[in-house]
T-cell receptor, first 115, second 113 residues
Framework: DTAVSQTPKYLVTQMGNDKSIKCEQNLGHDTMYWYKQDSKKFLKIMFSYNNKELIINETVPNRFSPKSPDKAHLNLHINSLELGDSAVYFC??????????????FGPGTRLTVL | GNSVTQMEGPVTLSEEAFLTINCTYTATGYPSLFWYVQYPGEGLQLLLKATKADDKGSNKGFEATYRKETTSFHLEKGSVQVSDSAVYFCALNGATGFQKLVFGTGTRLLVSP
């Protein structure tokens, strides 16, 4: 059973296009996240949702719009793709929202390449 | 703000060598500390964690001790295997506010037979 799944695994597209990445977790967690990993492997949080409500937005450009139809899904839509958006995007989930001890479980990642 | 500093890689070892990957952090209060591992072409997996000072996290022969006095969480393994070749990330989750992991830059480990 896959705990946190993402689709697609690879995404190659042209500059200016709009694309979406989907994430689903079957762990029954309340909180989901999107992280971006750049070409140097550096990981940084982008968004966090708790029970479909946005709770963290780390100064990500407006072209990125997360959407959570229910607490098991958190999708990431990107408008007007730019070369600098090329990265690996990871979805994650955890049980709680605050307090530091919860473990975050990560999906396999989506490698986005913008040409 | 919170931050994590890891040693630069790559770390290149022969099989059965002793491994240390250094990690220090800056944070207010008592964050939780994590080591995640990323095998080639895969996502991140939790390797171990510690949630309070002097706790030792351990898994698959790896261990790390939460040292509040030196703000460190160094990863160690007594005898590495080729299959341990991966990128290792130290991370913290702040003690206050909403949860978000702050990662170090990652350290690539290469183990040769």
């Amino acid at each position: 059973d896959t705990a946190v799944s993402q689709t697609p695994k690879y995404l190659v597209t042209q500059m200016g296009n709009d694309k979406s990445i989907k994430c689903e977790q079957n762990l029954g967690h309340d909180t989901m996240y999107w992280y971006k990993q750049d070409s140097k492997k550096f990981l940084k949080i982008m968004f966090s949702y708790n029970n479909k409500e946005l709770i963290i937005n780390e100064t990500v450009p407006n072209r990125f719009s997360p959407k959570s139809p229910d607490k098991a899904h958190l999708n990431l839509h990107i408008n007007s793709l730019e070369l600098g958006d090329s990265a690996v995007y990871f979805c994650a989930s955890s049980q709680g929202t605050s307090g530091s001890t919860d473990t975050q479980y990560f999906g396999p990642g989506t490698r986005l390449t913008v040409l | 703000g919170n931050s994590v500093t890891q040693m630069e890689g790559p770390v290149t070892l022969s099989e059965e060598a002793f491994l240390t990957i250094n990690c220090t952090y800056t944070a207010t209060g008592y964050p939780s500390l994590f080591w995640y591992v990323q095998y080639p072409g895969e996502g991140l997996q939790l390797l171990l964690k510690a949630t309070k000072a002097d706790d030792k996290g351990s898994n698959k022969g790896f261990e790390a001790t939460y040292r509040k006095e030196t703000t460190s969480f160094h990863l160690e393994k007594g005898s590495v295997q080729v299959s341990d070749s991966a990128v290792y990330f130290c991370a913290l989750n702040g003690a206050t506010g909403f949860q978000k992991l702050v990662f170090g830059t990652g350290t690539r480990l290469l183990v040769s037979p």
